[in-house]
């Protein structure tokens, strides 16, 4: 919740798309944040928008809305090639931030962003929601207790039933491809292990698929990685799968745990305990991973609170994107340059 005594945050959206009203409208609701104003390049989209979502006010334009002096939070869920240059706006109108992933088309556009949320010195936060979710806090926490033993190996998967043709996610000129729309899960869900694993991991190799009809975009990647301390990786992604699969395995030396759908943990909360001990089920909860989100993004802006995703960390998984596209046989994403 804002809490007694907190100011709501006061938020705009950038858009009107689909992924909001579950990414931010829900949970501000249930949080009691209020949802200021709203632009899109389609006027009429963003008052219908406003009108079914309880939006305060409609905004004319993207910079109209960073205008306004009473929007403090922006909220970017725009195509993958329009966070960077929207960030970057939303950073030099000083406003905080919460992005879509990734932050960013590539690592030297990311780096910008980094050095303007710097430069702001406003909090810039990209939308790695599982991080705050009971499911990944209680992997993390089986982890360090011992009870798996040293880590060895870590799985994830995150894929998906094809979007149509039509989707932005498949255009190589707004950043898509599997790698930016769900790779970037799999890989930030390894990063996260760093702490356990003697530091952070390194990528070993890299192999993908071309979507037909979409030249330089990803359909499928693959990606291994090595910790330093000798644990190894696997994060996997797919979108055009033949079903919703959203799965992170953690091996260690005396037993595993897994989460079935680590992204969306609402839909499925388990975390699955296997060591000689036997095999138990835990149940975390299903409440929204997006309002555990929201409520620790609020206390960064209102309370100064310390937030484990920053600036530097989204540099960080851009970096390693940028690696497997590489690796892979693609180029890292083009950026996309805002007309005047």
């Known amino acids: 919740m804002s809490g007694p005594g907190r100011e709501p945050l006061r938020i705009g959206v950038l858009g009107a798309a689909r992924i909001t009203e579950r990414s931010l409208v829900d949970p501000a609701r249930e949080t009691g944040h209020r949802l200021v104003a709203v632009a899109a390049r389609d006027r009429s989209r963003a008052e219908a928008f406003a009108t079914a979502h309880g939006v305060e006010r409609v905004a004319d334009s993207y910079a109209e809305l960073l205008a306004d002096p009473e929007v403090d939070v922006v ?22 931030v919460l992005t879509e992933k990734p932050s960013a088309s590539n690592t030297e556009e990311a780096t910008e962003v980094r050095d303007a949320a710097v430069k702001a010195g406003t909090v810039f936060m990209e939308g790695f929601h599982y991080l705050f979710h009971p499911v990944t806090r209680r992997l993390h926490e089986i982890l360090r207790s011992g009870e798996l033993g040293e880590l060895r190996r870590v799985e994830t998967m995150v894929a998906i039933p094809a979007p149509d043709d039509s989707d932005p996610r498949w255009s190589l000129p707004l950043a898509g491809g599997a790698v930016m729309d769900l790779g970037c899960y799999s890989l930030h869900a390894v990063r996260m292990l760093a702490p356990w694993a003697g530091g ?74 296997r060591t000689a001990e036997g095999e138990r089920t835990e149940r975390l909860g299903t409440r929204s991973s997006y309002a555990y989100q929201l409520e620790a993004f609020a206390a960064g802006v209102r309370e100064g609170t310390a937030l484990p995703l920053g600036a530097d960390d989204a540099v960080a998984t851009m970096a390693l994107i940028d690696g497997c596209y590489r690796a892979a046989g693609f180029e890292p994403r083009p950026r996309t340059t805002l007309a005047d």
């Open 75 to 96: 909220y970017n869920p725009l195509a993958n090639g329009l966070h960077g240059p929207w960030n970057l706006a939303a950073l030099a109108a000083g406003k905080h």
């Open 200 to 273: 952070a991991p390194r990528l070993g190799s890299a192999r993908g698929g071309e979507r037909a009809g979409a030249p330089g975009v990803d359909e499928w990647l693959d990606a291994e990685l090595e910790f330093p301390g000798g644990a190894t990786a696997s994060a996997r992604c797919h979108m055009a799968y033949d079903r919703l699969e959203m799965s992170c395995r953690i091996v260690g030396s005396r037993g595993e745990a897994s989460a079935p759908n680590f992204v969306l943990p609402q839909r499925d909360d388990r975390v699955v305990v």
